[in-house]
């Protein structure tokens, strides 16, 4: 036994020196890591300034450095999420490039491929593209324009002719899966308010293509801040949230008491976020993906797998879309067609109840036919 531990030491410790042989020893926050160059066909670039090796004439307190662990370079051997921890100033907060390595580059492929050019530059594919759209649109930009103009109906209408264009680039997009231009619009016209930098329109789409999840923050901050993290900024392939807190995966064996208030506020974030003229569905509810702030209020903290319905559209049938949970008795399962076709859902009390709380909770709930929830025993500490 002693033996096999030392052995799995060894084995660790090795792998741990190869990897800083390989990779060096300090990871740092310069124009490779944060990929720059890939800009405009990127998420932006407002807060560039607050990275030490960009932003030099600034005060040295103000800026975004890495904590210990995320600063080891061999971490990113473990690191496949590409969440990163660092200290702004007093605060700690994420960075995140809000994909995988290879999701990263597969995305520059299909854009090279949509593009269909030779020796490409990713920076010029989604312009030609997006020159292309307004092309096809009746409308030639040129130069620059096509992408620093803001707010203007003709940029919103070619988002959506781009989407149209090329959705193979979208396909993975979740929030697009309903296929209504009025959400396009909506959450265009609330990045275009908000984004203060230039670069707009392919900032853009580069998220909504890779990750819409800085999008869905800034439109909906203002309705649900309360179950939202805070969003700082982005610069180049890089978003910079607030840190929340632990996940409720690390709260399982927390007081049931507490477990029940956190319970209630699932609950409570699933009615409204169910209700308003976008109704927000969430399809990937686990305890990794929700975490509580020092004051005890719970945020979900991956907001990238969220269906968007527009409850103003006269096609959506008016009765309620029910998940009776049939399709698989032990797992979540739900129809994407059901979902956006209806005025009303209950998805995401489904979601919570059945796939969240049924782990959060454990023993003391069981599931209803429609998601609801009811105590099944005395106990209180189980």
């Not at 033996?3 to 042989?21: A, E, P, Q, Y």
């Not at 307190?61 to 200290?87: H, M, Q, R, W």
């Not at 593009?115 to 530059?121: E, K, S």
């Not at 993975?172 to 203060?196: D, P, R, T």
């Amino acid at each position: 036994m002693v033996r096999r531990r030392w052995r799995s030491w060894i084995i660790f410790l090795s792998c741990i020196g190869v990897g800083f042989l390989c990779f060096g020893w300090k990871q740092e926050l310069d124009k490779e890591f944060l990929e720059l160059d890939t800009c405009p066909a990127c998420y932006g670039q407002t807060l560039c300034h607050d990275f030490p090796l960009l932003g030099k004439h600034r005060n040295k307190a103000s800026f975004i450095e890495l904590d210990f662990y995320s600063g080891l370079k061999p971490t990113k051997l473990v690191n496949v999420k590409n969440v990163y921890y660092a200290k702004w100033g007093h605060n700690f907060i994420v960075l995140k490039k809000l994909a995988h390595d290879s999701e990263l580059k597969e995305f520059d492929q299909t854009l090279c491929d949509a593009a269909r050019t030779l020796n490409c530059n990713v920076s010029e594919a989604l312009v030609k593209l997006m020159n292309e759209s307004r092309m096809s649109m009746g409308r030639i930009v040129k130069d620059e324009a096509i992408y620093t103009e803001k707010g203007t109906g003709i940029n919103s209408r070619t988002v959506v002719e781009v989407i149209r264009k090329f959705p193979k680039l979208f396909q993975k997009s979740e929030v697009l899966q309903c296929g209504q231009n009025s959400s396009i619009e909506y959450l265009f016209s609330k990045f275009s308010m908000l984004h203060k930098g230039q670069d707009v329109i392919p900032s853009f789409l580069t998220l909504l293509a890779v990750n819409p999840e800085p999008i869905i923050i800034m439109s909906f901050q203002s309705s649900y801040g309360g179950f939202l993290p805070m969003l700082y900024g982005t610069c180049g392939r890089i978003i910079a949230e607030e840190y929340v807190g632990v996940t409720l995966a690390h709260l399982i064996t927390a007081q049931w008491i507490i477990r029940a208030r956190y319970a209630l506020q699932l609950l409570t974030m699933a009615r409204d976020f169910s209700q308003g003229r976008f109704r927000l569905y969430m399809t990937d509810v686990s305890t990794d993906n929700f975490a509580v702030d020092a004051s005890g209020n719970v945020k979900i903290i991956d907001v990238e797998n969220i269906l968007m319905v527009d409850s103003e559209d006269k096609a959506l049938d008016q009765k309620e879309s029910i998940n009776d949970g049939f399709a698989c008795r032990r797992c979540f399962s739900f129809s994407y067609e059901d979902v956006c076709t209806h005025l009303y859902a209950d998805h995401n009390y489904f979601a919570v109840c059945k796939h969240l709380l049924m782990t959060f909770l454990k023993a003391s709930f069981t599931l209803l036919h429609h998601g609801c929830i009811r105590n099944t025993g005395n106990s209180r500490t189980s």
